[in-house]
Nanobody, 124 residues
Framework: QVQLVESGGGSVEAGGSLRLSCRYS????????MAWVRRPPGKEYERVAR???????VYMDSVKGRFTISKDNTENFLYLQMDNLKPEDTATYYC??????????????????WGQGTQVTVSS
């Protein structure tokens, strides 16, 4: 059974940094794609970043150069380092995972397994 538990959210001022963590279990490293998605208040889900099975990372344009997705296969954590945060990054952030065929080319929003989310608030 796949379980995803996010932590690390909080409130910061614009220009600040946060690191989100996703503790996962039931995920076989190398078989699963994993991702971070977010939902800003009153808006639809956005695909922030995803990591392919072999470790290749893809980012949405608005976070390129500011966010970094990484994975620790030994400790079973997925991370999202967020630097130079902006008020428009305010959202609930979710860790997602899936092992479906071709998950590498699908948005993390379509993935089967989701965590409970962690809130990030950036003030101007």
């Amino acid at each position: 059974q796949v379980q995803l538990v996010e932590s690390g959210g909080g409130s910061v001022e614009a220009g600040g940094s946060l690191r989100l963590s996703c503790r996962y279990s039931g995920v076989t490293n190398g078989n699963y794609c994993m991702a971070w998605v977010r939902r800003p208040p009153g808006k639809e889900y956005e695909r922030v970043a995803r990591m392919h099975r072999r470790g290749y990372a893809v980012y949405m344009d608005s976070v390129k150069g500011r966010f970094t997705i990484s994975k620790d296969n030994t400790e079973n954590f997925l991370y999202l380092q967020m630097d130079n945060l902006k008020p428009e990054d305010t959202a609930t952030y979710y860790c997602t995972a899936d092992d479906k065929h071709y998950c590498d080319i699908y948005s993390g929003i379509s993935y089967k397994h989701w965590g409970q989310g962690t809130q990030v608030t950036v003030s101007s």
